[in-house]
């Protein structure tokens, strides 16, 4: 099954994404390089890859903890399963068959969505519908480099603000400004370099902590093989 159809089947269960209305649906520069993208064709099963998630910022106590992605031959496929966290902060990711794209991404999301609900008392459905329309209309892709591996590789650096335009975004307050970084590589195993999102400091100054700062980074194949 393609990635996009997989992955906007999964979005579709947790409001992430709608079914599509028919030929006309335009899909976005952001979109596709998100949910229409192979990021595991540089994944040989079976194989493990390892990121590091760090939780800082002044509004509330960081942390440092792991996400593992498993990657195993299907059938001719690839099955993909994640462990987001560990403990009592372990985010529940389904287990993704015939997989293309990375589901570090959906599993980032999703856990994203629940904080987001936690720290404001708002509804899930807003904080879905409000991601998903800010990466159709209005993120931004920029061309950009990482270093991974001890090499330069190009990347693509995808920045959205769901909440800036939004006419309930008085609603959340001071996490209206919530902002949401992807950089992406065809270069690094799994597709997925790092994904961000921070809220800045109300005080607005670079000098100031982030109220938020939470990050996902990749930190290499583990035991794995990568092509």
């Known amino acids: ?67 593992g992605l498993r990657v195993r031959a299907l059938d001719g496929a690839k099955q993909a399963s994640v462990t987001f ?13 015939r997989a293309e794209g990375n589901p570090v991404l959906l599993c980032f999301l999703e856990r994203d969505i629940r904080e987001m609900q936690r720290l404001t008392g708002g509804k899930s459905g807003y904080f879905r519908r409000a991601i998903r329309l800010a990466l159709a209309r209005s993120a931004r892709v920029a061309r950009t480099r990482l270093s991974f591996g001890g090499r330069e590789l190009a990347a ?35 597709g997925v370099h790092s994904v961000r999102t921070f809220v800045p400091s109300p005080e607005g100054t670079s000098n100031d902590a982030p109220l938020l700062d939470e990050r996902l980074t990749l930190v290499g194949p583990r035991g794995a093989k990568a092509k």
């Open 1 to 67: 099954m393609p990635w996009i159809a997989l992955l906007r089947g999964a979005f579709i269960a947790i409001g992430l994404a709608t079914p599509a209305a028919g030929a006309q649906d335009t899909v976005s520069a952001a979109e596709k390089l998100l949910f229409q993208t192979d990021h595991l064709k540089n994944i040989a099963p079976p194989a493990t890859l390892s990121y590091a998630f760090r939780k800082a910022g002044s509004e509330e106590t960081g942390f440092d903890d792991t996400v």
């Open 85 to 97: 966290l560990s403990a009592e902060r372990r985010t529940a990711c389904p287990e993704v068959t």
């Open 156 to 190: 693509n650096e995808i920045t959205v603000i769901p909440y800036a335009e939004d006419p309930l975004r008085d609603r959340i307050g001071k996490y209206a400004t919530k902002t949401y970084v992807f950089t992406l590589s065809a270069e690094v195993p799994g």
